[in-house]
């Protein structure tokens, strides 16, 4: 069994974040929080998962912009989606996606004074 691979612990926490993956950018919300990325959770039409998964699939670490504010500041980070989920929703062809960020020396704990 392989040890624990994370460089540093999680805070779960919900912050409303925008991230550009290609040329499209969309809202979701942070799930957790580390020093150096985090899980964002974010709902799709179908028609956006496409969109999203086409840029996904082309390289096993697909390139983010990540926005979100933490005490009165706007902030923007690049980072890379290191490891996603998709699950479907049901008949309403909604589609939910998780995915975690790497961004080097994201350190938003400091940030947002958590």
């Given at each position: 069994?392989?040890?624990e691979m994370r460089h540093s612990s999680r805070l779960g926490t919900e912050i409303p974040v925008t991230f550009q993956v290609g040329k499209n950018t969309f ?88």
């Amino acid at each position: 069994m392989m040890g624990e691979m994370r460089h540093s612990s999680r805070l779960g926490t919900e912050i409303p974040v925008t991230f550009q993956v290609g040329k499209n950018t969309f809202s979701g919300t942070s799930a957790n929080l580390s020093d150096d990325g985090m899980l964002i959770e974010s709902s799709f039409a179908r028609e956006n998962v496409r969109k999203v998964m086409r840029n996904l699939l082309k390289t096993r670490e697909c390139p983010v912009r990540v926005s979100y504010a933490a005490e009165g500041k706007l902030f923007t980070r690049n980072g890379i989606i290191k490891h996603y989920h998709l699950d479907f929703l049901g008949s309403q062809s909604v589609y939910r996606l998780s995915f975690g960020v790497w961004i080097p020396k994201l350190r938003m704990r400091q940030q947002k004074g958590l």
